[in-house]
């Protein structure tokens, strides 16, 4: 295993992938294939145009990055718990929505690229119900997950200033339904951006992500570098 040796340029013999170069022109040749793990969007610049196939291409030109996330990982002594009839409860899968106009709404502000104060979504997922394991014991994660623009309004500042109040805002909106998952029982938190989430994983980064033009609008921009992702000969 070599690091911080950046590919650049994939290396083809014969119509396929036989290695690859890094930026400082270093090259490595492959015994049997190349292994990539970096997003198809990008893997198409490290090759001339025409050493993919006609459909690959189409695929790439209508590719569409989906619907943009913000989420919160909390660390927690205790789940989420929402009020119902029936008194609290909890779910490996919960949250909020409105109604059909809002979510209407929201989809047409994603459209526009306008930011989403109080978006109609919210998941709200607490695997550790479920699959213990991933935290100590009597401990739990939680994900709060909405639907977000990339681009900020201008005079809002930039993710850095704003994804923690963002995500606070979220948590009190959570805390409406579920009234136990207070300041005291959260152990710790991580909040990530679409851009955040763009740049350590450019692939996972969507919602949503299928190959269709309709939504264009909320195409994120190329805020990565090509090779952010594992790109290696075996």
Known sequence: ??????????????????????????????G??????IH??????MAPAD???????????????????FATYYCATAAPAFASPHGPRSAVSAGL???????AGMGADLRAGRFLADPAWVLVATPTLV???RAPAGQHTVKVLTPQTYRLAPGMGDWDTVKEQHARRLLEAVRRHAPNFTDEVILGQLTKSPADRACTRP????????????????????????????????
């Open 1 to 30: 295993m070599l690091c911080g040796r950046r590919v650049t340029r994939l290396l083809l013999a014969d119509g396929r992938c036989v290695g690859v170069e890094t930026e400082g022109g270093e090259q490595y040749r492959a």
């Open 32 to 37: 049997t294939a190349v292994v990539s793990t």
């Open 40 to 45: 198809a969007v990008h893997l198409r610049d």
């Open 51 to 69: 050493a993919w196939p006609e459909e690959f291409h189409y695929g790439i030109d209508t590719y569409d990055v989906g619907v943009p996330g």
């Open 97 to 103: 929505a409105g109604w059909p106009e809002d979510m």
């Open 131 to 133: 699959d213990p394991g």
């Open 203 to 234: 692939a996972a980064a969507p919602i949503r992500a299928v190959p269709s033009p309709a939504r264009r609008a909320v195409t994120r921009p190329s805020c990565c570098s090509p090779t952010s992702a594992t790109t290696r000969p075996r």
